[in-house]
């Protein structure tokens, strides 16, 4: 199993072996039990899915109560899906930090942090309007015009405009594991990953 649940819980650095000084993000990761393994015959396609972070029974409701019933799992507040995977895992093992390595190339997804609804000078990076020295006093963070004259008459799709900024699916590739700590079920990657302080992640090995 090359996949596992975690919460990123901070940054901070390290030095390496050779002296450089790297900073990272400390993430807790797993230990995460594996609940359904989905197959072509049954479910269409093929899947792993695992939980994480362990829920009271009393906190679940029917319909995931049954799946958890079903398939001999205990409750767990998260469950994620990983279809690229093909492990030899079976219902009830529990995956944590060890299937990682030292010096292994991961991928990290989360939920990038909201920062609601903002104008196109953050969003989009505009360097407003005009000059300031050309009677230009209110308009130094506007978009400028989006229209296209009488023909077509209309804003094309995809249009960079003001909006809610934030809150995606964000995923980082080639992101370098420097320690994994077992112990602890804590795992440092080089540089930054998305998401709030707390928020869930899911890393893949690639």
Not at 15 to 28: L, M, R, Y
Not at 34 to 48: E, F, H, P, S, W
Not at 90 to 95: E, M, P, R
Request: aromatic share 6%; glycine share 12%; hydrophobic share 35%.
């Amino acid at each position: 199993m090359s996949a596992i649940l975690g919460r990123k819980l901070g940054m901070t650095s390290i030095f390496t072996d050779d002296g450089a000084f790297v900073p990272c993000t400390v993430i807790e990761a797993g230990p995460c039990p594996v609940v359904q393994i989905k197959t072509l015959d049954n479910d269409g396609y093929n899947a792993v899915q695992i939980g994480y972070e362990p829920i009271a029974e009393r906190k679940v409701n029917r319909p995931r109560a049954g799946h958890f019933a079903k398939n001999d799992a205990s409750p767990t507040r998260h469950l994620r899906e990983f279809r690229q995977l093909v492990a030899k895992v079976k219902n009830g093992d529990i995956v944590t930090v060890e299937i990682f390595a030292t010096g292994d190339k991961v991928k990290v997804s989360a939920t990038s942090k909201g920062k609601g609804f903002q104008g196109v000078v953050r969003r989009h990076h505009f360097h407003g309007v005009g000059m300031a020295t050309h009677g230009q006093s209110d308009r130094p963070r506007a978009p400028g015009s989006i229209g296209s004259s009488s023909y077509p008459s209309r804003v094309f799709k995809g249009m960079r405009m003001a909006g809610r900024m934030g809150g995606k699916r964000i995923t980082i590739r080639n992101l370098t594991v420097l320690r994994v700590m077992p112990e602890q079920n804590l795992l440092l990657v080089k540089g930054s990953i998305p998401g709030a302080m707390n928020s869930v992640v899911e890393i893949v090995k690639l």
